[in-house]
């Protein structure tokens, strides 16, 4: 069983007791602890069942490689899945539950899976769930889905705070380990602006356990001195808790800073999201140890032989009191060395080499470990922990020699470097038979803007997997880096010199024995976390899953939130093995970013709740926010749909504004319409391009109506344009078009038109703008203002300076609804106080605000399109019955050319037609009008449908208009509406114009 | 993520800064043009891999227009340059001779 | 008559650093000919300044200029000065392509206020700008991206930051300026 010994523990406080609860028991660990040491010192050797089979599942590694322990952490507002207990700093009060399985972690009903693995091979769901298809939502779907998926999903809102930091460094160097360590000080030295990010709370990597000397001192204080010879330096930034996310398009980096994980509650963001710029990455990412291939290598109690020496060493813990070490390399000797010096016993060491290891052989057998070379692993004994191992002969099929009790398997398939980030954006790998793993290519670096190579390798993450040979190329890295960044070398010339440690070279072990047969390949895991096993990959490999993307994607080796980091390797040694081809040839599968799963919340940052995204606001919002105001958003605008008043509904609150307008007055706050000045002696030639129509032509202190086309002829924008004087023009877009359009004038005149003198300015905010519309719209305002405002004086589409309740105004007699109508523009800082006088002053006549929808039903009244109803990207003005606003006499405008092609002069192209209800009912937005026969598809014909609809409270009936074939020549026809539940509407082609066709009411 | 070099303003940003805008040095056909002109230019773009020559702007900055040469493989930034040309400029070109001998866009090598 | 009101009148926050509105401030927005001597006696006459450079804003009593793109200058004066600056930027530009118009009710403006390092990193977590002493000073502007939306800032001093953004969307970026000074997020990278 495993333990907490005695004594040791380097990152311990063992004074300090830290209380938690697993599955809602109450365990207690130390300061220090991480949650898996915690849980092995409290002997929960078992942490979870696995994803397909639901085997039983303990803890295998010690770092972000961990693929088995995933817990359900934390509870409501912090409560989250899948939450890696070796990464997991232990706190008081830290809640955990193991996850997948049902009803508990020792009683599991989806066990019963692992009976059936043999039913369940790879591709099992593809093979098995595709036929009846009228099983797919209904049957095999919820089957899946029960099925899927690790935690649970958090159900209350996140209650902490997430944050991005924006930063710029010279050189980044991801990994805080010796090579780490030694890369920045070279370039710190250099004078170059560094940062240093580690993942874990401390520095130093795995040379503080792994031991070894530096310059003669042991390596733990060659950590401590570079840490504190790079806090000294005030060019270089050192952050733990921080982990390289991935290394983006041109430096880009982003570091994932766990600011309060092991604090939860104090105050501050719990993550950063560092969004980091850095001119070189150097990656000091270390290697990963790789599990070797048996049977039953999954049983909890099999752990790596490294992390078995981390919890020993960092933490105090045994993983069992007899610990067989199994290997094919020299360094998982130092655990068998670790734990006999901390009088545990090593029954025996199995080294897979014929010819067994080196130095650390001989320091074994030294003290007395037996030491079994060319054996290996038949298949370890016991379900819910190891309980010993059937030993055989390697080269053999698994004949069992000898059985060995023990309680623990520590395994050493060898190392892997930790290519991933070298790897993200471009770097290459080449294999290195001599340590059976890819490194990588420093010639096939990823490179920079500048198109020069900005990532690095150091240390063991280049392959570099001893002391003295990492520090050497760490070394060389840290100067590379900071002379690619325009920095002189300074410093130290020659790296830090470390006590040469020689081992006997390794050998690659892909299946341990390796002539196994197929009932142990079986029981050989390769992925834990997705349950992928040696047989599967081999599987794969039969079935013609010959390309390992495909393989991976078949078998789902490395998809789990692990990413593969265990079971990469191992699996295409398998499949080159199956496919007969040598390893290089299969390669590896993509790797991407994140490095480890980072949380969804960092990546949003401060974009959450009232800043998820910007919400503009008018001037008079306040005041529509304390009225009544249901908003509607229009682009990050957010406009008064309707204001409601009591109990009335959203309906009866449109329909009262539009009596009100259409009877006395009304009030609209239009301050979100675009506001362009287009200033300068060319404007008018310019406006020509910009409109259909032609503005040059139009008087100081008048308005024209104006559409814009895109190059490709159709309409994208309309509005009202004055001409404020000779040289300038005042150009009104749609609420959402402003930037769009400003955007659109300026790439005309900067890429096209650079010599036309023309200047543009977006004032749309500078003003709050008021349409006053109704009958009664000339009187308020003559309460409000001695200008002379009468229809001689400021005629229809006229505009004229004025001022109004004491403050400065213009105002343009334009019309949306069809009354009489003004609006108003004043400094923006004004409106609220406009708005308040017009308010008071309309008092006598009734006045009421109107909101959007009003506005929409009695422009669809007087048959005026809008932008986004009428049209859709397809749409030209022709189509419209806008020809009156195309100006003939102009050679060219923006999108002229466009609708002269033939299929925009097409007759046959749908043309907008008023459409009224033959019962007076409402047609449903959007419906189609069918034609006789089916189109290829065996769909419906169709021959035209609704662009805008509407009851007309004015008319007391259903109006609307569509997009009709040849529909101006039909008037009077009948078209037939299916609606979705099958009942069809009829509807007769008339004039669009429903409302004072004559427009005498807007005239007065 | 990429970085430019806005020629307008000095900027050296990151791409949220700015906004693609296709390709550059796109010669306008409008009224009196041919079917075939008026089609290539609006719809038959260059998508090369390899070098090519962008349009953007400074969206989120100066609000200028500007030409990016960028190879689209690698992502490397040959040089910006200002809107107001008809053709990349030499220092530039020369400078993608260098990186890449033989290169060619459209009419220009 | 009524006084005008800024975005948000009043609106203040204090944390690792302080923010508040500082109300109306008249501003120009100046188009032309930036090199011209007519621009140059523009400027002087409005502001008191000379042009600034590329990216600089100078400043002189209540009044500042700064250079937002290279055809464009920002003039800043007091609200009510508006109408006098625009008459003397007109009167020197007659007859020169020029455009100014009043945008002084267009923005919104914000004082970030603390210590040194401390409004650098309020930047540094709402823009993508480089925020280090060697990248960025008094003296400068920079135009960029705040969270979602465009907006500008100078340091007036090593404490004092000021910041432009459209008026609609005040609430928003005095949230995000609030947002990252909130206690317990120092990142201490500026010092």
Known sequence: MSTRLGSGGRLLRRDRRIGFSFNGKRLSGMEGDTLASALLANDQMMVGRSFKYHRPRGIVASGAEEPNALFNMGAGARFEPNQRATTTELFEGLEVQSQNHWPSLEFDIGAINSKLARFLPAGFYYKTFMAPRSFWKHVYEPFIRQSAGLGRVPKDRDEDRYEHFYAFFDVVVIGGGTAGLTAALAAGEAGARVLVMEQTPHWGGRAPVDGGEVAGAPVDKFVDESVAALEAMGNVTLRRRMMGVGVYDHGYVLGYEQVRDHAPGTPGPRHRLWRIRAGQVVTATGAIERPLSFAGNDVPGVMLASAVRDYAVDYGVSAGDRTVVVTNNDDAYRTAITLKNLGLEVPVILDARAAGGGALMEEARGLGIRVETGKAVARVRGGRRVEGVAVCAQAGEGAVLEEIRCDAVAMSGGWSPVVHLWSHCGGKLIWDEAHAHFRPDVDKSPTGADGKPFVIPAGAANGALDLASGLTDAHAAGRAAAAATGHKPGGKAAAPEAAPAPEAPMAAVWLMPQGAKVQLRMKAWLDYQNDVKVSDIQLAAREGYASVEHAKRYTTLGMATDQGKLSNINGLAILSDALGQPIPQTGTTTFRPPYTPISMASIAGQARGALFQPLRRTPMHDWHEANGADFEPVGQWRRPYTFRRGQESREEAVHREIGQVRGSLGLLDASTLGKLVVRGPDAGRFLDMLYTNMMSTLKPGRCRYGLMCSENGFLTDDGVVVRLDEDTFLCHTTTGGAESVHGHMEEWLQTEWWDWKVHVANVTEQYAQVGVAGPNARKVLEKLTDDDISAEALSFMGFKEITIAGIPARVFRISFTGELSFELAVAAGRGRALWDALMEAGAEFGVMPYGTEAMHVMRAEKGFIMIGDETDGTVIPQDLGLGWAISKKKADYIGKRAQERTHMTDPNRWKLVGLETLDGGVLPDGAYATARGVNANGQRNVQGRVTSTYHSPTLGRGIAMGLVLNGPDRMGEVLEFPRVDGTVMKAKIVDQVFYDKDGEKQNV | MLILECPCCGVKGEETEFAPGGEAHLKRFGPGSSEDDFHAYLFEKENPRGVHFERWRHANGCGKWFHAARDTLTLEVFGTYPAQTAEPPKDIRDKIAARRPGWRWREFS | ?191
């Open chain 3, 1 to 191: 008559m009524s006084e005008a009101q800024s975005a948000m009148p009043g609106a203040a926050f204090e944390g690792a650093h302080t923010v508040r509105e500082t109300g109306l401030c008249g501003m120009i927005t100046l188009r032309g000919d930036l090199g011209a001597s007519a621009m140059a006696e523009a400027v002087r006459d409005a502001a008191g300044t000379a042009v600034p450079g590329r990216r600089e804003i100078v400043h002189e009593g209540a009044s500042s200029v700064a250079w937002m793109s290279p055809d464009e200058l920002l003039v800043m004066t007091e609200y009510a000065r508006v109408p006098e600056a625009l008459a003397a930027i007109g009167a020197a530009l007659k007859g020169a392509h020029h455009l100014a118009v009043d945008v002084s009710d267009a923005r919104a403006m914000f004082e970030v206020t603390g210590k040194p390092g401390a409004v650098r990193e309020a930047i540094a977590k709402l823009c993508p700008v480089d925020m280090g002493h060697d990248a960025f000073a008094p003296g400068q502007i920079r135009r960029t991206r705040m969270g979602q939306v465009a907006a500008a800032f100078w340091m007036v001093d090593e404490g004092t930051i000021r910041v432009v953004c459209f008026r609609s969307v005040a609430e928003y970026v005095f949230g995000l300026l609030r947002d990252a000074g909130l206690p317990g997020g120092e990142v201490g990278l500026f010092g």
